[in-house]
């Protein structure tokens, strides 16, 4: 433990899109197997107050932390690498900054001082990196700084940091600048060029870089790295490849083996020791040598971005791993999936999951989806959306209420099955205004999600407006579709099954977002091997 919190900052050159996220988390799984209490924030220079209502194509998945927060997906990578909760603390925007000085200036806080960007905007900003640190919970506090160094966006940022820089003083912080050594085939070698410049424009703005991580797809040569700590004012042991792995879990030894955790000690005065890797790595082994494989449909209508359904990727090779079996995930539009395609598309599958989303785009594709993985007994998970569609499939064909459908989809229908929750029926607002984050949820005994979790009391987190409307509760449970899990506090539905189905269960929360390398979400491990179990005896020709 340290008796001050240290500071380490990483700034983005050329690119955005450089992987600042798992360099940060790789980092930190490095300085917390060393016995530091290592924390990562993420400074995202939009306007938004926070993802909450960007659609996914724009930012990718919307990551939710127990406290109710809407994040970038970073987040996800920094809880799923240090096993650690994030908060609404580890997710600032530039939309957050200004709202909060605004409503400052408006009570009147700066005694009729001419509110600008420095100081104001910039002691803002400051003082939300500082807010982990002084919580007195950790040793080293990460800020990762989305955009890329030179953007209008970024300036405040890389403001704020020099000003940290220079009062937190020597050893309390550095600036780890992540950049790009492109690869000209043409001309057969590693640029450095894009890196100097980049490093040049960090400087013009007062802050110098204490250590390059150069993403590259190829080694960098001793000279190279040479000629880029010359020039670009760093130690050479402080220039780092990154090279590209087939993994993103490889990159903390990918880390290791080129000393970053060590330069980053040593510059902070702190003591270098042997990482504890060793759970890390059996997880890791478990991953990169599966004894079987399973194919998982994942029905969505955002599948063409990968990043909005990130944490339901990564939850899948975590689940996978423990299995010891590798999850081939399939993506499967579902505004393109209908009664004609449906067998050729799903038929094959071992086991489908429908994905969480909002709208009606799509709808009516889950829902034959479920329908088909219903008749035909292929496990079966839905999340969110997903479980309201099972719930909507079940009540058209079942129960033979053909117009059965969401208020969110048809507000005039005549059997809302899924109904608009009574505490949002007055919301006019979009932003953080749905059911957000960690909600208690009461489990039957002799049912599916007992035996998957273990216990009869859980806490999983949610993000939506839409509930199993209760009025339908009794109808369906008699047709043999079984509510088993329930609020303790309102009764909402959070869990459905059928418990003459081979594996078919449908929860209102999100289980991806407490999927963990260290701990996996029971649920998706239960799954993975419920479907391993179905493709061993899977039956062939399903129509």
């Not at 919580?135 to 506090?141: A, E, L, R």
């Not at 989305?146 to 300036?155: H, Q, W, Y």
Request: proline share 4%.
């Amino acid at each position: 433990m340290t008796t001050n919190p240290k500071y380490i900052f990483v700034t983005g050159g050329v690119s955005s899109s450089l992987g600042k996220g798992i360099i940060a988390a790789s980092l930190a799984k490095l300085l917390q197997a060393q016995g530091y209490r290592t924390t990562i924030q993420k400074l995202d220079p939009y306007i938004n107050i926070d993802p909450g209502t960007l659609n996914p194509y724009e930012h990718g998945e919307c990551y939710v932390t127990d406290d109710g927060a809407e994040t970038d997906l970073d987040l996800g990578h920094y809880e799923r690498f240090l096993n650690v909760p994030t908060s609404q603390a580890n997710n600032v925007t530039t939309g957050r900054i200004y709202q909060s000085v605004i409503d400052k200036e408006r009570r009147g806080e700066f005694l009729g001082k001419t509110v600008q960007v420095i100081p104001h905007i910039t002691d803002e900003i400051k003082h939300r990196i500082q807010i982990l640190g002084n919580s007195g919970d950790y040793d080293i506090v990460i800020t990762e700084i989305g955009g890329t160094v030179g953007d209008i966006e970024s300036l405040p940022y890389i403001e704020a940091v020099r000003q940290l820089q220079w009062e937190l003083g020597d050893h309390n912080a550095l600036v780890i600048h992540l950049t790009l050594i492109p690869y000209l085939s043409a001309a057969g070698e590693l640029k450095t060029k894009p890196t100097q410049h980049s490093v040049k424009t960090l400087m013009e703005s007062g802050v110098h870089a204490d250590i390059l991580v150069c993403r590259t797809e190829h080694e960098l040569q001793e000279g190279l790295k040479e000629k880029l700590a010359r020039f670009c004012n760093v130690k050479k042991e402080a220039v780092i490849q990154s090279i590209d792995a087939s993994t993103i879990y490889d990159v903390p030894n990918l880390m290791l083996d080129e000393g970053l955790d060590k330069v980053v000690l040593q510059k902070l005065d702190l003591k270098s020791d042997v990482p504890n890797l060793e759970r890390w790595n059996e997880f890791l082994k478990r991953h990169k040598n599966p004894k079987s494989e399973v194919t998982i449909g994942l029905i969505g209508k955002y599948v063409e971005l990968q990043d909005s359904y990130k944490s339901i990727l990564e939850a899948f090779i975590h689940a996978g791993a423990e299995n010891e079996v590798k999850v081939n995930v399939e993506p499967i539009h579902s505004e393109f999936l209908n009664e004609d395609n449906i067998n050729f598309k799903l038929g094959h599958l071992d086991g489908v999951l429908v994905a969480p989303g909002f709208g009606e785009r799509g709808i009516e594709g889950k829902i034959d989806a479920v329908r088909f993985v219903r008749e035909n007994n292929i496990p079966f998970l839905g999340i969110c959306l997903g479980m309201q569609m099972a719930v909507i499939e079940y009540a058209r064909n079942v129960l033979n209420l053909k117009d059965a459908n969401s208020l969110e989809m048809d507000e005039n229908t005549p059997h809302p099955v899924i109904n608009l929750m009574e505490s949002q029926k007055d919301v006019v607002n979009k932003g953080g205004t749905m059911r957000l984050g960690a909600w208690d949820c009461k489990i039957a005994e002799e049912s599916t999600a007992y035996k998957v979790y273990g216990s009869t009391s859980i806490e999983e987190r949610h993000r939506h407006r839409f509930e199993f409307n209760d009025d339908y509760k009794q109808q369906i449970e008699a047709a043999g579709m079984k509510a088993t899990g329930l609020n303790p506090e309102t009764g909402l539905v959070e869990i459905v099954e059928i418990p003459e189905h081979n594996w078919f269960v449908g929860v209102q929360y999100h289980p991806e977002y407490k999927s963990t390398v260290a701990n996996p979400h029971p649920l998706f491990v239960a799954f993975v091997k419920a479907a391993l179990k179905y493709k061993k005896k899977k039956p062939t020709g399903l129509k």
